[in-house]
């Protein structure tokens, strides 16, 4: 497996906003994961895209896939105090291999 | 649903303490990991596990060692407590063959004093 590096770091947005965030990896994949944290807690699974998909959706999440440039983000529609969380991207190339987690994307929604 | 299940949500213990924290999956998972997480520092991964006594090096094993005797648990195994081991420690587990999706326990926060 390997690491993926969200961007950014940390995004504020007010309540009803979009929410848009990247993730970035450096060899090809399988499929690739978004995962949600709240504060002191462990990782939720949120959404996984395939390799041969360029869009998936699931309720208020988007998620797009760019093989070419090796990136993928995560929009979340009309944001909810209840988003505020740390989003995490796992890329997965396949086999048994570790899964890691880079430093995710700190989203704080405004009420 | 699938439960992971960590022994302590909160935990304190002295330097120089050997500390268990203990993982249980109830849904038959194949593979197992334990990660630290630190503020800037994201999650890291300090062992993994992918079947029955067996075990690998993640990035940061060092003052580690893990046991997976059975299938549902995986210990993480701190053999002489350090103060700069205070952290959140998260255990996962991943079904293996068919799914990579990973799932999480609640998280034990662990401090060293």
């Known amino acids: 497996s390997q690491q993926g590096e969200e961007d950014p770091q940390a995004l504020s947005i007010q309540e009803g906003e979009n929410a848009t965030m990247n993730c970035s990896y450096k060899?090809?994949?399988?499929?690739l994961q978004w995962y949600r944290q709240n504060s002191g807690r462990g990782l939720v699974h949120l959404i996984l895209?395939?390799?041969?998909?360029r869009e998936k959706h699931s309720g208020r999440l988007r998620v797009t896939l760019d093989t070419s440039k090796k990136s993928s983000s995560l929009l979340i529609t009309a944001s909810r105090a209840a988003d505020t969380a740390s989003y995490f991207c796992?890329?997965?190339?396949?086999?048994?291999?570790?899964?890691?987690f880079g430093i995710g994307t700190k989203l704080q929604v405004i009420p | 649903d699938v439960k992971v299940t960590q022994s302590s949500r909160y935990l304190v213990k002295r330097t120089g303490e050997k500390v268990f924290l203990e993982c249980v999956q109830d849904?038959?998972?194949?593979?197992m990991f334990w990660y630290r997480q630190d503020p800037g520092l994201g999650l890291r991964l300090i062992y993994f596990?992918?079947?029955?006594?067996?075990?690998e090096k993640g990035d940061i094993p060092e003052g580690y060692s893990v046991s997976r005797e059975k299938k549902e648990r995986f210990s993480l195994i701190l053999e002489s407590a350090s103060t700069n081991q205070t952290s959140m420690y998260l255990c996962a587990s991943i079904p293996g063959v068919g799914s990579t999706e990973a799932f999480f326990g609640q998280g034990t926060r662990l401090t060293v004093v």
């Open positions: 849904m038959d998972h194949e593979n």
């Open positions: 895209i395939r390799s041969n998909e």
């Open positions: 060899t090809s994949i399988n499929n």
């Open positions: 796992a890329p997965d190339s396949g086999g048994y291999q570790k899964v890691t």
């Open positions: 596990s992918y079947d029955v006594k067996m075990k």
